[in-house]
Structure formats: C-alpha cells, structure tokens
C-alpha cells in the first residue's frame, strides 16, 4: 500500500485532519489527485469534472468539514495513535522521476531509482525533493511554503533531564527521570542560482520569521508552531526559538538575493516513548 486511506466521518476540517496526523495541507491536497466526480461533454463521453484534490482545496479554502464518506490518502501509516514512517516520499518522488527515468512507481530507494536517474542524465531541482516547512496558529495550518534546497547538514539534538537523589547507604545516586527534550538547527544557503525566482526567497524568510511572533485574537495571544520536513528524514514540530537571516549579493530589483538562514526549532510535541523514538529515525 503506497498511502494510508482515512475515511472521513465528516466532522473534521482538512486543518483538523492534518493537525491530527502531523502532515501538511499542501501534501495531502498533491497526494489526492483521483477522481472526486464526473461531467458528461457534448459527444457523451463520461469525463473528470473535478479530482479529490480540487475538493480538498476548495475545502481548505472556504474551511469547510470534508465531507462524510469521502476517502482521502494521507502521506502517513497511522499505527496506534502514532505515525511512522510510509513509503510516501519514494512514491511521490517515483511519480516525479517516472518521465524522466522510465523507471515504474513503487521502486523504492533501494530499486535503484535515484541511481538509475543518475545514470540516464537525469537532473533533479529542488521541487523534487520533498523539503517545507508549515507554519500553525489557533489550531490550524496558517500555510505551508516548500524550501527551494535541501540541506547538506543539520543538527538533530536530544537530551534527557535527571534529577539525582542519595540514599543513605548507596554508593550510586538514583536518577529520577524528569523529561525530555528535542531541537533542531539547520543553516539554509539560499541563492538564486537554486530558486531564480529571487521574491519566493524573501518571501520564505518573512514566512518562518512570523513564526517567532504570536497572533491575536482579540485578547487570546496564540502562540505559533512550526513544523519542519527534510525528505524522509526530518519531521519536527514545535517553537521556533530563534531565526537569524543574513543577505548577500547579488542585488536585483533593488533587493540582496542571496540569503543564509538559521533558525532554532524545540519540539513541543509528544510525549513519546523510548520504543517510539528508535523507530521514528527522525520523523515524529
């Protein structure tokens, strides 16, 4: 099975259900390009009138439960309350490559696709790759803008808090566990030779900077969330405790193109178990 299907049972927004399931918008909308009803053209012949995807959207848009019944692919194995990783992104990116390669979908990494696109010529831009990041206020996606690179290097950091106690006659303390703790930094070296449309990098950078800010809703302070996903390698969500932009030339239009981005993220989400985290290889 190349996606997990859920059935709606009505009372949910695609928010809700992205929400729900730690993926985007944006994915889940790319992912549903089946058949959502039919036309009749003039020669009678039964014709697409309008796929899951364009439902979705116009869902999204309007804020609108998707309707009950509907069955829609979501990008990940739910298993037990908790995702795990699916073949999600090697099928998304098998569907990209397959004019390029020739080469079926459902191949996996190991099938040789990559290699085998390497080996025809092939070149792969950054769309290929399945790299965003989602920004989340007052319960819902606020949007999602995908990354115009993908990293060389990040750091995935964990930590875990002990308290120790002695006990009289002990020559080791116990540690009692108190919790733990995840953040996540990474640089992104931004420049127009990857993304030429230079305003979708400014653009980006004004899109993560919002999340250091909150929003209001007349008195309430929403507190933002971001969620960041590299591949099938990172997918974290949580506070974005620091962000820190620095532009070089080129100037085009009156604007420097070129832009190195850091910014700091501290997970939020969980808890998970030690079970948990040695499955999830990055993606929880």
Request: glycine share 8%; aromatic share 10%.
């Amino acid at each position: 099975m190349l996606y997990n299907y859920y059935t709606s049972d009505g009372r949910l927004t695609l928010n809700a259900i992205c929400r729900q399931y730690k993926c985007s918008i944006n994915e889940v909308i790319m992912i549903n390009s089946q058949p959502y009803s039919y036309t009749t053209d003039y020669q009678g012949v039964r014709v697409v009138d309008k796929t899951v995807s364009t439902y979705l959207n116009d869902c999204n848009l309007k804020n609108k439960n998707i309707e009950k019944g509907l069955t829609i692919k979501l990008p990940y194995e739910i298993t037990g309350g908790r995702e795990t990783p699916s073949s999600k992104y090697e099928t998304i990116e098998n569907e990209r490559l397959r004019a390029l390669s020739g080469i079926s979908v459902g191949q996996g990494r190991t099938g040789g696709s990559l290699a085998a696109l390497a080996s025809n010529g092939g070149h792969v831009d950054w769309s290929t790759f399945n790299c965003y990041v989602t920004v989340y206020a007052n319960g819902g996606a606020v949007g999602t803008m995908s990354l115009p690179i993908y990293p060389n290097e990040f750091s995935d950091s964990n930590s875990g808090n002990f308290n120790s106690q002695n006990l009289l006659g002990r020559s080791v303390d116990y540690q009692i566990y108190q919790g733990s703790s995840r953040s996540f930094s990474v640089t992104l070296s931004m420049h127009e030779e990857l993304c030429s449309d230079y305003n979708y990098i400014h653009r980006l950078v004004s899109f993560i900077e919002s999340a250091c800010y909150p929003g209001y809703a007349g008195t309430v302070v929403q507190v933002p969330e971001i969620q960041i996903v590299i591949g099938s390698h990172i997918n974290i969500t949580g506070i974005l405790t620091s962000t820190s932009a620095s532009w070089k030339a080129p100037i085009i239009d009156g604007k420097l193109v070129n832009c190195d981005l850091s910014l700091s993220i501290t997970e939020t989400h969980g808890p998970f178990s030690m079970s948990e985290v040695a499955a999830s290889q990055g993606r929880r």
